[in-house]
């Protein structure tokens, strides 16, 4: 069983169009996140959800929206999307806050490109 | 906000050689998460080190929390094609539940 999945891995889209990512996890953990990772690697925290509830809201463009129907799915939905929006999106899981010595347990990713 | 400097962001060794990677903060920290991504491949925890001067050992890897809780290093003894992939430090950023990471060090072996 995958503890937390992603839908889709892949995503190839035109500039201008909405998309959706979605995350479930299977854990049971209360908190999840959603992270950026650019093409030079870099892991950016954009939101993270404690049961449901918006903890954290990173400066990002509002044409990105998470939410969280319950606290086993993240979702995130992103308007007129750009090109520069092109990157890795992960969803992660964690038992407690992971700033809190909460470990994140991530997905698989989902691959986004923007033509 | 917190910030975490890795370094090196790149190293290239040779398999069986020893290489070190270093986390710095300029400020105290409360613990510090180590994680490793392999080429294509999601982050994956490795280690969480919380007590001042503690060190981990998971077999080849060792890490290490510094006195002054500021800093932290991965060594990796012998190094072997399947250490391959990028290396993160990550640091919770002022109690919260933010965990940020540092940017990364990308390991290449040479067999």
């Known amino acids: 069983d995958t503890a937390v999945s992603q839908t889709p891995k892949y995503l190839v889209t035109q500039m201008g169009n909405d998309k959706s990512i979605k995350c479930e996890q299977n854990?049971?953990?209360?908190?999840m996140y959603w992270y950026k990772q650019d093409s030079k690697k870099f892991l950016k925290i954009m939101f993270s959800?404690?049961?449901?509830?918006?903890?954290i809201n990173e400066t990002v463009p509002n044409r990105f929206s998470p939410k969280s129907p319950d606290k086993a799915h993240l979702n995130l939905h992103i308007n007129s999307l750009e090109l520069g929006d092109s990157a890795v999106y992960f969803c992660a899981s964690s038992q407690s806050g992971a700033g809190r010595s909460g470990e994140l347990f991530f997905g698989e990713g989902s691959r986004l490109t923007v033509l | 906000g917190q910030q975490v400097m890795q370094i090196p962001q790149y190293q290239h060794v040779q398999e069986g050689e020893d290489f070190t990677t270093y986390c710095n903060s300029s400020?105290?920290?409360?613990?510090i998460q180590w994680y490793k991504q392999r080429p294509g491949g999601h982050p994956v925890f490795l280690i969480q080190?919380?007590?001042?001067?503690e060190v981990k050992k998971q077999k080849r890897l060792t890490f290490q929390f510094g006195e002054a809780k500021k800093n932290s290093s991965l060594h990796i003894t012998a190094t072997q094609t399947t250490d391959v992939g990028t290396y993160f430090c990550?640091?919770?950023?002022?109690?919260?539940?933010?965990?940020?990471f540092g940017k990364g060090m990308k390991l290449t072996v040479n067999p």
């Open positions: 990550a640091v919770p950023q002022g109690g919260s539940e933010k965990l940020v």
């Open positions: 959800y404690n049961n449901k509830e918006l903890i």
């Open positions: 080190l919380v007590k001042s001067g």
């Open positions: 400020t105290t920290l409360s613990n």
């Open positions: 854990l049971g953990h209360d908190t």
